[in-house]
């Protein structure tokens, strides 16, 4: 299992930047797929952005030019870079590990971080 835990959300104004960080149990650079999701309540959890272990990027179209996903492997840290930020970005923010272990996916989460973007 992977632990994983986010930080950096909070409540921001519309048009700013914030930076989420999540840290990881395990050297990232053995996980095959980090990724951002999030989720507004009652709504299901979407995709924001993911990395691979090679450095390959996908976004959600809304977030795409705005957002941007990184990793620091020597940190086992992953990051999602927010710029411009909306109110439609509001939601639950939440960090994932997917690893494939002897053709098992694995899938692992952490506990959430809030961003709010409102004036």
């Known amino acids: 299992q992977v632990q994983l835990v986010e930080s950096g959300g909070g409540l921001v104004q519309p048009g700013v930047s914030l930076r989420l960080s999540c840290a990881a149990s395990r050297m990232i650079a053995s996980i095959d797929t980090m990724g951002w999701y999030r989720q507004v309540s009652g709504k299901q959890r979407e995709l924001v952005a993911v990395?691979?272990?090679?450095?390959?990027?996908n976004y959600a179209n809304s977030v795409k030019g705005r957002f941007t996903i990184s990793r620091d492997n020597a940190k086992n840290t992953v990051y999602l870079q927010m710029n411009s930020l909306k109110p439609e970005d509001t939601a639950v923010y939440y960090c994932?590990?997917?690893?494939?272990?002897?053709?098992?996916?694995?899938?692992?989460w952490g506990q959430g971080t809030q961003v709010t973007v409102s004036s």
């Open positions: 994932n590990a997917d690893r494939v272990e002897r053709g098992i996916l694995y899938r692992d």
């Open positions: 990395i691979t272990r090679g450095g390959s990027t």
